[in-house]
């Protein structure tokens, strides 16, 4: 079973990705959609949150035909409003194949009407994604995690812990926790601790890890990128308890729940993966001075790379699509932190204020600057 969940349909178009997940709800997936609308909101970008999903084993060799008849009972609305992404077990690229064989150009080309482009407009931006930005890295498959790595930067920045000092510990090993670790290689921050669903190692050597080398690893899998760094191996969940200055939750939606706020050591939390802290987690946490991003703006590198990559009246260049998002996430991340002490609430409920108070955006297109 698959659906489409859009939240609201007040602008002219709505985006959110795509997941295949057994035991997936249609609630579960409202609950994503309105998430996703928080993260358009908090940008002032005239957008609707959507998400969608199919309730299925996503290691069915089905998997991609199942795909294809839930594209095909959609596609009137991928075609005229829905900018469909990847999500869990989804990626863009296997996506767009597909729907290049049920007739549509890309997942994404309900922007081409929605931005008044022609469809030669359209792909020339949309190619930009795909061109290589930092090694192989292209900007679609940085985007969304390296903000991710730049709110962590943001959160430093209000800390005003320099950068070479500073300690990070990620949760996830797919493309969103890899894409922020590219990020904070970027910036020289020491990370010292990274999980996945096996394992948690923890780097011995007071620099902690050589990230070229993680980065670099050939099969992807965090026992092979930690291969020649001297580590300690703990379960899982022992990123959490990890003494940090940072913990990046790049992985799975309730991470930290009432059940093991008591375990987390790091005194700053970065949930760049959708709904990562539980409500009563985060005020928890925030009792103890810990601060705690909200998910819908540390989780918004790819809405707000598509307004830098759509937004400008002639195509930019990848790497200015990138400085943009690095901007936009230190501006933004630093006037909630700041903003909200002062206020005396969580980072999440100023956030959420802004979100009710954001004025009616006027503009036709979804995406400018």
């Known amino acids: 079973r698959g ?58 060799p089905g998997k991609d035909e199942a795909i294809k008849r839930f594209m095909l009972a959609i ?94 510990a990620v949760q996830g090993f797919g493309t969103l926790a890899k894409a922020a670790l590219v990020g904070l290689r970027e910036a020289g921050v020491k990370v010292i601790a990274l999980a996945d669903v096996d394992r948690c190692v923890v780097a011995e050597h007071a620099g902690g890890f050589d990230l070229d080398a993680v980065l670099a690893a050939s099969t992807g899998t965090l026992k092979d990128a930690a291969a020649g760094n001297h580590v300690a191996v703990l379960p899982p969940e022992g990123v959490l308890s990890c003494d940090a200055d940072v913990l990046v939750l790049a992985a799975i939606e309730n991470a930290i729940t009432a059940e093991n706020v008591s375990t987390v050591k790091a005194r700053s939390i970065v949930p760049g993966a959708n709904l990562a802290v539980s409500a009563s987690a985060e005020k928890a946490l925030h009792a103890r001075g810990v601060e705690v991003l909200p998910c819908f703006v540390a989780g918004s590198g790819g809405s707000v790379a598509m307004n830098g990559l759509f937004g400008p009246a002639v195509p930019p260049e990848p790497r200015q699509v990138l400085d943009y998002v690095q901007s936009a996430m230190a501006g933004m991340i630093g006037r909630i932190l700041r903003e909200s002490r002062v206020a005396g609430m969580t980072p999440t409920q100023f956030a959420e204020q802004m979100v009710a108070d954001e004025p009616k955006v006027d503009r036709k297109k979804p995406y400018a600057l």
């Open 3 to 60: 659906w489409l969940v859009i939240d609201g349909l007040n602008h002219s178009l709505a985006a959110g990705g795509l997941r295949v997940q057994e035991g997936l709800t249609p609630a579960h997936l409202k609950k994503m959609a309105r998430n996703m609308t928080k993260k358009m909101r908090v940008w002032g970008m005239p957008v609707n949150g959507a998400k969608s999903g199919l309730d299925y084993n996503p290691a069915s």
């Open 75 to 168: 596609k009137p609305y991928l075609a005229e409003r829905y900018s469909m992404g990847g999500d869990l077990n989804t990626a863009m690229p296997r996506l767009d194949a597909i729907a290049r064989t049920i007739g549509l150009p890309s997942i994404k080309i309900a922007i081409a009407k929605a931005q008044g482009l022609y469809l030669d407009a359209f792909e020339e931006r949309y190619r930009i994604l795909d061109q290589p930005l930092i090694g192989d890295w292209t900007l679609g498959r940085l985007r969304a995690g390296y903000a991710v790595g730049m709110a962590a930067l943001a959160v430093l920045d209000y800390k005003q812990i320099p950068y070479r000092d500073a300690s990070v």
